[in-house]
């Protein structure tokens, strides 16, 4: 029996999209059992580290990287991961965990306002349309809040979804250069728990009196939430596309806001609700125009004629 890659890819990315879904959950239970923040972040990103490099082993791929490569992963890894993530779980402490992946989820509205600026990319009528309509939603949720929002969680979540955007314009030049996902999320890890262990110390040293459910809670987002989830993202991007992989990945915001209602009791309104759709479907239409403008200019090029090599 043959099994349609398209859905294995779709399976993959599901699978991806639960397991980041449920790491600001992992993290909750964590800072429960009394695990601070920078102490959870530099495990996450070591441990994680540790298992990458150990998959790069089994699977004997390369280690080698030159050093312009070095500088840019620890670029991605040591600064743009590394706040992104503090800024993500530090929201999580002021803000529930379904309104804080909700808030994250209006990255891909960063990504085209950057990718206008840097990569000259047309703002295009449809697109800002998108944007508007996340940010509407955006405003539904917020303005109907859970009984009283901490603006300082609210700016975290806004300071992760920015970093996120910059992260993933940037590593999208960069990721192209390297051997494969593995070699490249190994790296990005092992520089972000370098740079964690300097904000540990700067935030008064480790802090490892957290009892067992916190250790779980860390295995959880160090297996579920970042390693599986990466790599079965990078397998299906390898199987159904970046588009087709976005669109699905838009699940995440929901698993968390599922999750967060049977575990916390957080809930929506049905005010909520539509403006949690309208942000979810708004990110969904800018991904969706990206890629049409993609394949317009790709129609427009002409064909490149190959001779056979001797």
């Known amino acids: 029996m043959v099994v349609n890659p398209l859905y294995v890819g779709v399976l993959y990315i599901i699978v991806s999209a639960v397991g980041f879904g449920v ?12 695990a601070s923040v920078s102490t959870l972040v530099f495990l996450r990103f070591l441990f994680a580290a540790m298992l990458f490099f150990a998959l790069i082993r089994i699977r004997r791929e390369s280690f080698r990287i030159d050093k312009k490569q070095v500088m840019y992963l620890i670029l991605l890894g040591g600064v ?3 706040l992104q993530s503090l800024s993500f779980f530090s929201s999580v402490q002021y803000i529930p965990t379904s309104l804080a992946a909700l808030i994250l989820y209006t990255f891909p509205v960063f990504v085209a306002i950057l990718s206008y600026f840097v990569d ?13 309509l996340s940010l509407l939603g955006l405003g539904l949720v917020l303005g109907l ?18 970093f996120y955007s910059v992260y993933i314009v940037v590593g999208n030049r960069v990721g192209k250069g390297l051997s494969s996902s593995y070699v490249t999320s190994g790296y990005i890890t092992l520089f972000a728990s370098g740079s964690m262990f300097v904000v ?16 779980w809670a860390l295995a959880g987002i160090v297996v579920f939430s970042t390693v599986l989830a990466i ?10 596309g970046s588009t087709k992989a976005s669109v699905i990945s838009m699940v995440e915001p929901v698993v968390t806001i599922l999750f967060s209602a049977m575990l916390f009791g957080e809930r ?7 403006g949690a759709c309208a942000v979810i479907a708004g990110a969904v239409l800018i991904v969706m125009g990206k890629q049409e403008v993609a394949q317009g200019k790709a129609q427009d090029q002409p064909p490149v004629s190959h001779t056979p090599s001797s």
């Open 145 to 162: 809040s859970f009984g009283g929002i901490q603006p300082l969680g609210v700016m975290l979540a806004f300071a992760a979804a920015l």
């Open 80 to 82: 743009l991961y590394t």
């Open 200 to 215: 540990v110390q700067l935030d008064g040293g480790f802090s490892f009196a957290f009892d067992t459910a916190g250790w």
């Open 120 to 132: 000259k990319e047309v703002l295009r009528l449809k697109t800002v349309a998108a944007m508007l």
């Open 231 to 240: 790599s079965c993202f990078f397998s299906g991007l390898k199987l159904i």
């Open 268 to 274: 929506l309104s049905g005010i909520q609700w539509i």
């Open 23 to 34: 790491m600001s959950i992992f993290a909750v239970y964590a800072y429960g059992a009394g």
